[in-house]
T-cell receptor
């Protein structure tokens, strides 16, 4: 158990819909990262937040957005869903990004299926 | 981030040491080698990381060559639960904090 929690575990929805994925980081971790894992693309970085502020952006679609709240939990919002958005979505957290010994710990993931 | 090359798959007998190689010939002096693994579709699990010295923790040992162009992750006594995809990742500390995952090595531990 990494200490990172994600809800829900599974999500099944239809094309065109909007969903919200939630992540609670490990206690004390200030940074949250979102990654997407699909069969054809592998694990890809989407976005990072640090202490409530966006810190880095990867290949995140404009239909996707995220935020980190004052209690440090984060939400990833996916809208106008397409079949190709079906994937595993992982959240990771770390205490001090940029420091030499900083390490990311991953949650169990949310499996999104778009029908 | 430096690129890494790993064999796509490896087999190991239960109880034997599993040695997983990784080539990172373009690594620069301030880039760290990190290893993660992913068991089935679970979240990636951190294993170990190092800069130039060999490292050991309760999970594994990391051997980095003197020229730093390659490394080996060693699981000393592999068990069936070590069957997973192992990712070798090179990270620049102080630069981008994202992890760049390649295809990794699928390790199968056989009884």
């Amino acid at each position: 158990d990494s200490g990172v929690t994600q809800t829900p575990k599974h999500l099944i929805t239809a094309t065109g819909q909007r969903v919200t994925l939630r992540c609670s980081p490990r206690s004390g971790d200030l940074s949250v990262y979102w990654y997407q894992q699909s069969l054809d693309q592998g694990l890809q970085f989407l976005i990072q937040y640090y202490n409530g502020e966006e810190r880095a952006k990867g290949n995140i679609l404009e239909r996707f957005s995220a935020q980190q709240f004052p209690d440090l939990h984060s939400e990833l919002n996916l809208s106008s869903l397409e079949l190709g958005d079906s994937a595993l979505y992982f959240c990771a957290s770390s205490p001090h990004p940029g420091l030499t010994t900083d390490t990311q710990y991953f949650g169990p993931g949310t499996r999104l299926t778009v029908l | 981030d430096a690129k890494t090359t790993q064999p796509p798959s490896m087999d190991c007998a239960e109880g034997r040491a599993a040695n997983l190689p990784c080539n990172h010939s373009t690594i620069s002096g301030n880039e760290y080698v990190y290893w993660y693994r992913q068991i089935h579709s679970q979240g990636p699990q951190y294993i170990i990381h190092g800069l130039k010295n060999n490292e050991t923790n309760e999970m594994a040992s990391l051997i980095i060559t003197e020229d730093r162009k390659s490394s080996t992750l060693i699981l000393p006594h592999a068990t069936l639960r070590d069957t997973a995809v192992y990712y070798c990742i090179v990270r620049y500390q102080g630069g981008s904090e994202k992890l760049v995952f390649g295809k990794g090595t699928k390790l199968t531990v056989n009884p």
